[in-house]
């Protein structure tokens, strides 16, 4: 039988945005908003509500931003505390790998603050502890409407990864599996100046590759140019190879179905042998940067903005590194294209599962339900009726990084790019809502002021932008989402991160020049060293699931009627 959790996502997907923030509206009391919904109620003597928080130069370099705020004292922890009558404070703070080194020392010790982000392996790691609270209830009682229709844009899958036998034991800040699509980023100036098309094949790619590296393309004489930027990890959101080993139907970093009805692992598929010795061919040519496994994004973005590289694969925002090569030199034009195969059909775009961020609440603290409120403001006074986004959410600082809960909704930029291709369509701007409206005013400074700023904007969210493609990839049906997105298995816990440094280590070596065998010698390690037995206890979750899934449907048969 289904747990009642998992049957609330699911059914929340069914409602249209209207309905699902069809909340009361808020009153005013002596200027204090009162929202009449009771996850949005205030207590009536004010809580304090402690959490700890990773901090770094840009969440310093936003603050300077508003002089006199602080992590405790700002447009968010004021607003918390008026409208919901919740203190924010902080056991402590910390600031890059400190902050990851003091947390795990925490958890060891059960030094929990009242409400702590952590992983899905940490989440289960405190449960089995009995660290944390069960909050199923607080979620089914406490998420308003709209709060339940957001975190369902990516359906149940969040809130299965953070159910423990049937418990709730945190409330996922989801994040967004299709926001992970890539699409490959080309110097269109460069296409046109060596009489070549955009590539509609892998061989295409492979020859645009070698042709930018060998042929001049810059023009200068000299022999100082690469194909395609790589970084030192290989699996960076830009500049990274997910989608490149994706063109020869390798997705090394999910799970997925295959035709026996079993998940496997993507990185131990013979296709990844194909697509590895496929860059180990480039590097050897000198398509690729030499230097690229000391290199992380921001310094292989060097090349870009400098104009010695012609592609890379990126995801949306990919717009600003190429936007960095046309500040610099403004004859440089880049494209967003679609990823390809190296086959004659449409190439699938691997999704990994997004959400790895939850919420729990420690053990004992009398108030669970004030993690739900936040979440719910938080969302409410971005997205919802009452929204202020220009106040909350950018203004034009992104503020809403001060806020000790971030939840957003998974669709929120596809949602808006297709506001956007409404309005260009009809004319009609009133269909642009804050976000859409925000996003069109950057575009707008480009395309009638010259603004630099709006170049990126417009190469994101424009006509023939990476949205443009995105929708193409959801119409094509050549998105392909993890499988496996439940809690990590008790194997898994002991020995994931070994084999996910094996895995890295060996591709990144058959890249630079070991023998392509080496990929052969990784699988039977890979399975010998734990994998096999993930793979068994990851089927088990998926054949439950299953069941699960095939009761449900048969309970909701018999109901019906």
């Not at 909340?23 to 205030?42: A, C, F």
């Not at 299709?178 to 110097?187: D, G, V």
């Not at 060996?506 to 392509?516: A, E, Q, S, W, Y």
């Amino acid at each position: 039988m289904v747990t009642s959790i998992l049957l609330v996502p699911m059914l929340a997907t069914c409602a249209s945005n209207e309905d699902a923030s069809d909340e009361q509206p808020p009153t005013k009391t002596k200027d204090e908003v009162r929202y009449q919904e009771i996850g949005l109620s205030k207590y009536d003597t004010p809580i304090t509500l402690t959490f700890v928080r990773q901090t770094g130069d840009g969440l310093d370099g936003l603050l300077e931003q508003m002089p006199g705020d602080t992590l405790e004292n700002n447009i968010w922890t004021r607003l918390y505390e008026q409208v919901l009558g919740i203190k924010i404070k902080y056991d402590w703070t910390a600031k890059g790998d400190l902050y990851n080194e003091k947390l795990g020392v925490a958890l060891a010790a059960g030094n929990l603050p009242d409400v702590v982000r952590v992983n899905a392996q940490q989440l289960q790691q405190l449960n089995n502890a009995g660290l944390i609270q069960d909050l199923t209830s607080v979620y089914n009682e406490y998420a308003t409407p709209f709060t339940k229709e957001v975190l369902s844009q990516e359906g149940s899958a969040p809130f299965e990864s953070a159910t423990v036998d049937g418990k709730l034991m945190g409330i996922p800040e989801t994040g967004s599996s299709i926001e992970a699509a890539q699409f490959l980023w080309i110097r269109t100036d460069w296409l046109d100046r060596l009489g070549l098309k955009p590539p509609r094949t892998m061989d295409d790619l492979l020859k645009i590759s070698k042709a930018f590296t060998h042929d001049d393309p810059d023009g200068n004489g000299q022999n100082d140019t690469f194909g395609l930027a790589i970084t030192q990890y290989l699996w960076d959101p830009i500049m990274g190879m997910t989608d490149f080993v994706a063109g020869y139907d390798a997705f090394p970093n999910i799970w997925i179905a295959k035709p026996s009805g079993q998940l496997a692992y993507g990185a131990i598929q013979p296709e990844v042998k194909t697509a590895l010795n496929a860059l180990r061919d480039m590097y050897e040519d000198g398509q690729l940067d030499p230097e690229f496994m000391f290199k992380d994004g921001n310094k292989a973005n060097e090349l870009i903005t400098s104009g010695k590289v012609g592609m890379f694969y990126g995801e949306q925002w990919a717009s600003f590194a190429a936007q960095a090569s046309y500040s610099k030199n403004s004859n440089a034009r880049w494209q967003a294209y679609p990823i390809v195969s190296n086959s004659d059909g449409l190439a699938k775009v691997p999704l990994r599962f997004a959400t790895d961020q939850f919420l729990a609440v420690r053990k004992g603290f009398e108030h669970p339900e004030a993690i739900m409120k936040l979440f719910n403001l938080h969302l409410e006074k971005n997205w919802g009726k009452t929204a202020q986004y220009e106040t909350y959410y950018s203004n034009p600082y992104p503020v809403w990084q001060i806020s000790p809960v971030t939840p957003y909704p998974a669709l929120k930029n596809l949602n808006a790019y297709y506001q956007l291709h409404e309005a260009r369509a009809t004319g009609d701007k009133s269909v642009l809502k804050d976000e859409a409206r925000a996003i069109q005013k950057n575009i707008d400074l480009y395309l009638y002021n010259d603004n630099i700023t709006g170049w990126g904007w417009e190469h994101t969210y424009g006509s023939t932008g990476a949205f443009a493609i995105l929708d193409r990839y959801k119409r094509n049906n050549q998105l392909l989402y993890e499988s496996f997105v439940g809690p990590p298995t008790e194997t898994m816990l002991e020995k994931w991160s070994l084999l996910e440094d094996m895995k890295n280590d060996t591709f990144v070596n058959i890249v630079l020049g070991r023998p392509i065998t080496d990929f052969d010698r990784f699988v039977e390690e890979w399975n010998r060293l734990g994998g096999a037995k993930i793979t068994t206890e990851v089927n088990q979750w998926y054949t439950n699931k299953s069941e699960q899934a095939r009761q449900q449907s048969h309970d909701e048969g018999v109901y019906r009627f």
